[in-house]
């Protein structure tokens, strides 16, 4: 069974930093695709950043570009989203997803981040 | 980037009733479009692939169709289960992967 775990939820100061993880397992976590989604409180699905199986090529929203860094350690088959100089405009539930070819298939529970002082 | 506009904000309807959602792209995205389905407090799910390939274990009443600007979700009869926002997704032009922003069926 393909299971997507992220860390807890956090509250964060605005202009902090933070760490997400995602564990993997179930599956060849190296083979595939991942992505980070966000969802603000009330609000629709906003795609955050992407990066492809070994960890060579990654993809931003613009929104995100050059505070957020997304990274992988496929020998522990978990998945990362670093960032920085956080708003409160990034207060979300972010949910790491597996990209097979045809698409978004597999969800994590999602971590909500709220940047608040 | 391309845009996704679902229509209607909101469908009320009854168990039993048929649902029509619709997707339009503001350029083509050929056949690469998704459906995922949200319930309250939990994660989305993927119903449809590529425009109309229903995802594993998803039921028969669920389809969908459509190509290029122009895409619909249909829910043959609906099942309690089934109230909660659905939201479409491409992947023609990324990055970014963009999504619509979801269409409510709520229990009239």
């Known amino acids: 069974e393909v299971q997507l775990v992220q860390s807890g939820g956090v509250v964060i100061q605005p202009g902090g930093s933070l760490r997400l993880s995602c564990a993997a397992s179930g599956f060849t976590f190296s083979a595939y695709w991942m992505h980070w989604v966000r969802q603000a409180p009330g609000k629709g699905l906003e795609w955050v950043s992407r990066?492809?199986?070994?960890?060579?090529?990654?993809s931003y929203a613009d929104s995100v570009m050059g505070r957020f860094t997304i990274s992988r350690d496929n020998a522990k088959s978990t998945l990362y989203l670093q960032m920085h100089s956080l708003s409160p405009d990034d207060t979300a539930v972010y949910y790491c997803i597996r990209d097979v070819t045809h698409a978004f298939d597999s969800w994590g529970q999602g971590t909500l981040v709220t940047v608040s002082s | 980037e391309i845009v996704l506009t679902q229509s209607p904000a909101t469908l009320s309807l009854s168990p039993g009733e048929r649902a029509t959602l619709y997707c339009r792209a503001s350029q083509s995205v050929y056949s690469y479009l998704a459906w995922f389905q949200q319930k309250p407090g939990q994660s989305p799910r993927l119903l449809i692939y590529?425009?109309?390939n229903r995802a594993t274990g998803i039921p028969a009443r669920f389809s969908g169709s459509g190509s290029g600007t122009d895409f619909t979700l249909t829910i043959s009869s609906l099942e309690p289960e089934d109230f909660a926002v659905y939201y479409c997704?491409?992947?023609?032009?990324?990055?970014?992967?963009?999504f619509g922003q979801g269409t409510k069926v709520e229990m009239k």
């Open positions: 990066i492809d199986s070994d960890g060579g090529a990654t």
């Open positions: 997704q491409q992947r023609y032009n990324w990055p970014p992967w963009t």
């Open positions: 590529d425009a109309s």
